[in-house]
Antibody, heavy 120, light 107 residues
Framework: QVQLQESGPGLVKPSETLSLTCTVS??????????WNWIRQPPGKGLEWIGY???????NYNPSLKSRVTISVDTSKNQFSLRLSSVTAADTAVYYC????????????WGQGTLVTVSS | DIQMTQSPSSVSASVGDRVTITCRAS??????LAWYQQKPGKAPKLLIY???SLQSGVPSRFSGSGSGTDFTLTISSLQPEDFATYYC?????????FGPGTKVDIK
């Protein structure tokens, strides 16, 4: 059974960089069968896809965030990471990591989510 | 981006009721649609993919239909554990986008 677990600071100051890590167990981020995604949900609001990375290192980002987002992988730790720069209060959200299978964009496994608050 | 809308935004229902939620895409997405269930403080859970395919382990009281721009999620007999918020999501083109959600609560 695949499990994903987000980790990182719960509080980030405005203009700084948000950094989160997703640790995958029961599966490998090096598998060519899956894409590894980040999705966020502001408190009380809907879901927004941030981007994905593939084991080869290729990435795809939401154009609305593309200039500020970097997703990377650490295959030795079976982890992938999110960096979001120049954050504002609008970036306050629960951040989820999630898996999709190659050829589809259906999110079949999710982490539990981690709340990141942007505040001074 | 493809915009997704859902109706109603909320519905009050009783255990045993049949509940139908509608999702509409701003342009045709064939059958590239998923439905998710989210309970408070939890991650969304995939229920239906490809508009009508039931994800493994999901009870058969959940069903999906539609293609093109109009889709429905039906819960044939609402159970206590089904009270939650439901989201549709298009998987036709990037970026994948979600509907605003439909909250199913207790009547």
């Amino acid at each position: 059974q695949v499990q994903l677990q987000e980790s990182g600071p719960g509080l980030v100051k405005p203009s700084e960089t948000l950094s989160l890590t997703c640790t995958v167990s029961g599966g490998s981020v090096s598998s060519g069968s899956y894409y590894w995604n980040w999705i966020r949900q502001p408190p009380g609001k809907g879901l927004e896809w941030i981007g994905y990375m593939y084991y080869s290192g290729s990435t795809n980002y939401n154009p609305s965030l593309k200039s500020r987002v970097t997703i990377s992988v650490d295959t030795s730790k079976n982890q992938f990471s999110l960096r979001l720069s120049s954050v504002t209060a609008a970036d306050t959200a629960v951040y989820y990591c999630a898996r999709t299978q190659s050829g589809t964009t259906y999110f079949d496994y999710w982490g539990q989510g981690t709340l990141v608050t942007v505040s001074s | 981006d493809i915009q997704m809308t859902q109706s109603p935004s909320s519905v009050s229902a009783s255990v045993g009721d049949r509940v139908t939620i509608t999702c509409r895409a701003s342009q045709g997405i064939s059958s590239w649609l998923a439905w998710y269930q989210q309970k408070p403080g939890k991650a969304p859970k995939l229920l239906i993919y490809a508009a009508s395919s039931l994800q493994s382990g999901v009870p058969s009281r959940f069903s999906g239909s539609g293609s093109g721009t109009d889709f429905t999620l039906t819960i044939s007999s609402l159970q206590p554990e089904d009270f939650a918020t439901y989201y549709c999501q298009q998987a036709n083109s990037f970026p994948p986008t979600f509907g605003p959600g439909t909250k199913v609560d207790i009547k």
